[in-house]
Every structure is written in structure tokens, then in C-alpha cells.
């Protein structure tokens, strides 16, 4: 299936933005006609305002665009993508769904109201069905639909698959986050060089909520969160790119290491959602090699999509333990909502 949808996307020279304007390069569906940006840089070439920061030159087609400021008029786009900080996208975001424009944000401004999905197509495609309802509700022709932050993305993907066959009780994680998840210029050198910072402001509510909604069931047009507890411990390190978090967890049924690497390696996404362009695959990897996932050299497989899990073993305090890797900016940002509006797309919703 070959489209060309005319999409832009909203706060395009930061770190996320710039993941959105390379993974949208040659997207078979999606075509970037805009880019919007603050108000420092509107009206500039992008070339020329933005710093470039990753490591594959800026695509051609986005060097001349003009950044536009970030306002749904006279804007020729159906979707809109969004990198915006979160209190900018609370303001924002819904003049563009009022507008009849589809936003898949990054931002966790939404995550917590009723009718707004978040979304990981290979764990909840079905919570696209709040989409219509947040339509009717708000009385909007677009929608807002949501990823999770980038530290949940991984971690419900890899529990997601350990839930569906053995039931999930408790959660405990300490994450050590790459420096990419906290923005351009994000944490100082002085403080992160040689360093580990323990506290990530914000971040530890966020996983302890965010993947109970997305494990959780849609009933009667709510969500319904899984019965889950989590308790978690959330550190920045001196990585450029993917968020490691190790995982101890209570299971509802006991389950073998060779049970539970089963599930975690035969887990496919639903057949909603499971053979878009960006569908990763495979959904997971469980690598047999105790030293690994890390981050420099496990985070780009399946093009930073897949989610790589590790040291599955036997636990001491609940049943099992172990190790899950996902790209922050790729499946847990940009790649996650260019993902989550294929699924809009190809459930007719745009
Ligand atoms: N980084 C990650 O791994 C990650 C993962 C998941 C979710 N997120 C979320 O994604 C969003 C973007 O994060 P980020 O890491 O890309 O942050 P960032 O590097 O700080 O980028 C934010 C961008 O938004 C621009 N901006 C500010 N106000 C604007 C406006 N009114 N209109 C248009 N653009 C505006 C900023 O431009 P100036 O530079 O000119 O100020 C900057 O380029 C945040 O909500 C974040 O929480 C990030």
C-alpha cells in the first residue's frame, strides 16, 4: 500500500523532532510538508536554525523548509507529529484536533485523561477505539493520541508478553536512562560525564502509571487499569541513546525461565497492528548472552523498533528478573508515534 499523506511535524529541531524528520525520510505513507518551531526560530531555514544532533546527515528534503510557527492555520496537513515539551503541547495540541488534524504526540500532557489512548500498537491497538469517543466527547474532527514516555515503552512491551500467559502481580524497576531522553542540550556535561544522576524529576509516577493503563482493558469506552503494582527507581547515565530497565516481577502463576523466555520470544503484536510499516519485528529478542542488551550495541535492532530483553533468570524476592533495552528517541519517541498513526490510518481514523 503506497500513500502520500501530508503530515508535519510540531517542534521539529529538538531531539525528538529531528528522529521524526529522519525516520519520516522515505516513509511509504506519510510525507512531511512542514515544520513548525518556537518562536526564536520561525521563519528560518531549517538547515540553517536547527542543530543537527544525530549522526546521519539532515534529509534533503527538510533542509529548505521554513519553520512555520506551530498553529493549525492555513497548515496543508492532515496529522501532525508532535515534539513538543509537554507544557507547550497542553496549550497547543488541541487547537490542531479542534482544527481537524490528527496529532500522535510524544508529550505526556494527555497521557492521563480518559479519553486519550496511549499507545504501543503492538500491546493495546485496541485502545484506538477511544478515539471516536474522544471525537464525540470533545467535539473534535482530529484526535490526540499518545505515546508513553520512553522509559514505560520497553518495559510494557517485554511485561505485555509475560502478562498475557502467566498474569502480572508486582513490578519492581530501576532504570538507567540515556542522556537523549531528557532533550537538547538536556542534562549539563559537568553533571552526567562520569556520572550517575538518581532522580529523573517526574519520571518515576510516570512508570509506575502509564504502562497499568496501557496493560489495562477498554470497557464500556474507559480504560480500566491492570491490577498491577510497580515501584520503581529512575536514573540518568552517561549513555547517548537507549534506556536500559531492570525488571524483577511477581507473576500470577509460577513460570520457568525457559517458560517465560518462550513467551517474551513468541510474543506477536495483535493482528491490528501487526504488519504496518513500522511494526517491529520482532517484537522482542531475548538475547542468551549474559552480558547483554546494551545500550551501545543492542539499541538499533529491528531499526531501534524491537525491544531487547536479557538475563532472564530466577529470582530471590518475587519469580523472575531481567534486563529489557529500547531505543528512547526511535521506538520510544519518534518511530513510536509514526507507528501509532499508521494504526489511525489503517483503522480508517484519519
Ligand atoms: N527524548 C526522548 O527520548 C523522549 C521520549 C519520549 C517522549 N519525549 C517527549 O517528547 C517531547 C520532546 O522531547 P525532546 O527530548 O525532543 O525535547 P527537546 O530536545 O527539548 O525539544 C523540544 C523542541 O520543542 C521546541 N519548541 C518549544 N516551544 C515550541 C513551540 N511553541 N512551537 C514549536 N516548537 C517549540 C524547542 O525549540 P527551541 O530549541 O527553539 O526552544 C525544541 O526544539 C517532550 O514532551 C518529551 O517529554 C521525549
Known amino acids: 500500500m503506497s500513500k502520500e499523506i501530508p503530515v508535519a511535524v510540531l517542534g521539529a529541531t529538538g531531539s525528538v523532532g529531528q528522529r521524526f524528520v529522519q525516520l519520516l525520510a522515505g516513509h511509504p505513507w506519510f ?110 474532527s482530529g484526535c490526540i493520541v499518545t505515546n508513553p514516555n520512553c522509559t514505560s515503552t520497553g518495559t510494557t512491551i517485554a511485561l505485555k508478553a509475560l502478562m498475557d500467559r502467566f498474569g502480572l502481580e508486582k513490578v519492581f524497576g530501576v532504570s538507567l536512562q540515556a542522556i537523549s531522553g531528557a532533550g537538547y542540550p538536556g542534562v549539563a556535561s559537568m553533571d552526567i560525564l562520569d556520572n550517575v544522576i538518581p532522580h529523573i524529576a517526574g519520571e518515576e509516577p510516570k512508570l509506575e502509571w502509564e504502562p497499568r493503563k496501557m496493560l489495562g482493558s477498554l470497557v464500556n469506552e474507559e480504560i480500566q487499569l491492570a491490577d498491577v503494582t510497580f515501584s520503581t527507581h529512575c536514573n540518568r547515565v552517561a549513555v547517548s541513546d537507549g534506556h536500559l530497565v531492570c525488571l524483577t516481577v511477581e507473576l500470577g502463576k509460577k513460570a520457568s525461565v525457559e517458560e517465560a523466555i518462550a513467551a517474551l520470544r513468541d510474543y506477536q503484536a495483535p493482528a491490528r497492528s501487526g504488519s504496518l510499516p513500522s511494526t517491529p519485528k ?60 499508521e494504526l489511525l490510518v489503517n483503522e480508517g481514523l484519519l
Open 31 to 140: 510525507k512531511v510538508v512542514a515544520v513548525t518551531g518556537s518562536e526564536r526560530r520561525v521563519g528560518k531555514k531549517f538547515s540553517e536554525t536547527c542543530h543537527w544532533i544525530l549522526s546521519e546527515p539532515m534529509p534533503e528534503y527538510a533542509r529548505d523548509f521554513k519553520v512555520l510557527p506551530t498553529d493549525p492555520a492555513g497548515l496543508d496537513a492532515h496529522l501532525v507529529f508532535s515534539a513538543l515539551p509537554s507544557g507547550v503541547a497542553k496549550e497547543l495540541e488541541p487547537n490542531f484536533a479542534k482544527a481537524g488534524i490528527s496529532v500522535c504526540t510524544n508529550a505526556g500532557a494527555y497521557r492521563r485523561e480518559a479519553d486519550v489512548p496511549v499507545l504501543l500498537p503492538e500491546v493495546n491497538a485496541d485502545h484506538i477505539d477511544l478515539v471516536p469517543v474522544q471525537r464525540r466527547k470533545r467535539g473534535w
Open 282 to 341: 520482532p517484537v522482542i529478542v531475548v538475547s542468551d548472552d549474559p552480558g547483554r542488551p546494551q545500550p551501545r550495541l543492542d539499541r538499533m535492532t529491528g531499526a531501534g523498533m524491537t525491544t531487547v530483553v536479557g538475563r532472564v533468570r530466577e529470582d530471590t524476592l518475587f519469580d523472575l528478573r531481567m534486563t529489557v533495552l529500547s531505543h528512547n528517541t526511535i521506538r520510544g519517541a519518534a518511530g513510536g508515534s509514526i507507528y501509532n498513526a
